[in-house]
């Protein structure tokens, strides 16, 4: 009986799914609106339609992202939010100054010595005079607040929207693995040194000259420090990429003063945020509303509880319908992540089918997700426990997967121990472990109380983001926007 009822589920679950895989991006922009008319969860279909206006044409300036989020909310796709228009005016000046924006200017202004140029003198002789300088490039915005309010959807309305080619959207994480990655390159690349022969040599402004080569524009979603590595460079890293004209658009749950905040050695992290707020105007978003909660229509049953009769059945039956579409044959499969193996023990095509420990039991981050996200769209996570602060490493890889997966539009059925809202529980902790990392690091007192590693505040603010996201990919919308299957046959055409 178990059985069948899973078989019939799973029957109108699959027809909710795929019933529109065939939509031009016109017909997902309208159904979409029809879906989410209370709020979130439409939104990017619709926006990316926007750049369909030309330039050229009468119509134009009605494209700009105001324009375009003022038809959003009059067409019930979104809901009037008073916060969100205060925001979009401040990104819609900055799309048009970024029109036709480059940073070539303060490039040349930093690869070169100041000069002087030769100028006639009132006596036939000449004289020198300084070569005018760059205006400065234009400020960037920094919206931060709650989980759920806009500010990601606002980002990648903006990013849409700007005309200027050299421009670049990532989620932080992978910004930040990119760093690392080019640093290790140019390290790679240094010649060996000589027994005895020391050297120094600093690859971070080399780093930053060369992005700055690739882009004007960083967009970043989800800037967050948790990383001592990443707090040590960032300074210098965002002086040299600001310096060189590069305008940043960032969004994140945490104003700029709190960022990093309790980490360690925290003081040397200090003087970016003053960089920061230099070069980019701070922006508030907090409405109260987390959208993602707003009723949605649903995607079918992506979220099941281990101890429902039939759950285990339910996965099953949904994972070999959506493998018939697959042109692959069950099996595990290999993924070599930064020079090392990573195998995942049952894959069909674009579809994992994985168990929590499988992806947050071992040593994996951001870098072994982005890789899965690149192959994957569709990954089951099964046995999900209830993730208590004594489950602290396993709780960030699960948060850390989730920001990576949704960032990618990558769709995720679980099989979790509770519902949602009561997967993560802010008790428990590892003590002993904690004495004696504090013991290792010679820390004790308030120095220690202090510290974000030891007070579990960010997994506590983490985990609200997750179930936020977690809560949206549950939908029809972001099930439909997921499906990669229109670009695979695109290319294949």
């Not at 401040?90 to 070169?112: A, F, G, I, M, R």
């Not at 006596?123 to 020198?128: F, M, N, V």
């Not at 890789?371 to 993730?387: K, N, S």
Request: negative net charge; hydrophobic residues 35%; glycine residues 6%.
């Amino acid at each position: 009986m178990a059985a069948y009822t899973a078989h019939a589920a799973v029957r109108h679950s699959i027809f909710v799914f795929l019933r529109d895989s065939f939509l031009t991006s016109e017909k997902m922009c309208r159904l979409s609106a029809i879906c989410s008319g209370n709020g979130y969860a439409g939104w990017r279909t619709c926006s990316s339609s926007a750049s369909s206006c030309s330039p050229e044409s009468p119509a134009a300036d009605t494209c700009a992202v105001s324009g375009h989020y003022g038809r959003l909310v009059q067409s019930g796709s979104l809901r009037k939010d008073a916060q969100q228009r205060h925001v979009l005016q401040q990104l819609s000046q900055l799309q048009h100054t970024l029109k036709n924006y480059s940073n070539n200017n303060q490039l040349s202004k930093d690869d070169k010595e100041p000069h002087f140029t030769a100028a006639e003198n009132k006596d036939g002789g000449s004289a020198t005079k300084e070569e005018p300088s760059p205006p400065p490039p234009p400020k960037g915005v920094y919206i931060y607040g709650d989980v759920g309010t806009g500010k990601t959807m606002l980002m990648d309305m903006f990013y849409s929207h700007v005309e200027n080619t050299r421009k670049k959207r990532v989620h932080f994480n992978g910004f930040m693995l990119d760093i690392h990655k080019r640093i290790h390159r140019r390290k790679q690349s240094l010649p060996k040194r000589g027994l005895g022969k020391m050297f120094t040599y600093d690859p971070i402004s080399p780093v930053a000259m060369e992005i700055s080569e690739e882009t004007c524009l960083l967009c970043f979603d989800e800037f967050q420090v948790t990383d001592i590595a990443d707090a040590m460079i960032l300074k210098q890293l965002f002086e040299t990429l600001f310096r060189i004209g590069v305008v940043v658009v960032a969004t994140s749950n945490r104003p700029p003063d709190d960022l990093y905040k309790n980490g360690l050695q925290r003081d040397t992290f200090l003087p970016f945020i003053d960089v920061l707020k230099e070069y980019c105007h701070t922006i508030c978003l907090d409405s109260g509303i987390d959208y993602r909660r707003l009723d949605n229509a649903g995607a079918g049953k992506l979220y099941s509880i281990t101890g429902e009769p039939g759950a285990e059945a339910f996965l099953d039956v949904l994972f070999e319908e959506l493998a018939l579409k697959q042109k692959s044959v069950t099996g595990p499969r290999v993924l070599t992540v930064l020079g090392r193996d990573v195998t995942l023990e049952k894959t069909c095509g674009s579809i994992a089918d994985c168990s929590f420990d499988e992806l947050c039991g071992r040593p994996m981050g951001a870098s072994d997700y982005l890789e899965m996200a690149r192959l994957f769209d569709t990954v089951f996570i099964r046995h999900v426990p209830i993730l208590t602060l004594t489950l602290k490493d396993q709780a960030r890889r699960f948060t850390t997967l989730i920001d990576n997966f949704y960032d990618s539009k990558v769709r995720v059925v679980l099989l979790a121990a509770s519902p949602l809202e009561r997967l993560f529980l802010h008790t428990g902790g590892d003590d002993e472990r904690d004495r004696q990392m504090l013991d290792d690091l010679g820390l004790s007192g308030e120095a220690a109380e202090r510290l974000t590693l030891f007070t579990d505040e960010e997994e506590i603010f983490a985990f609200q983001r997750t179930v936020s996201r977690l809560t949206e990919m549950q939908t029809e919308s972001y099930w439909m926007k997921g499906d990669r299957s229109h670009s695979k046959k695109a290319m294949n055409t």
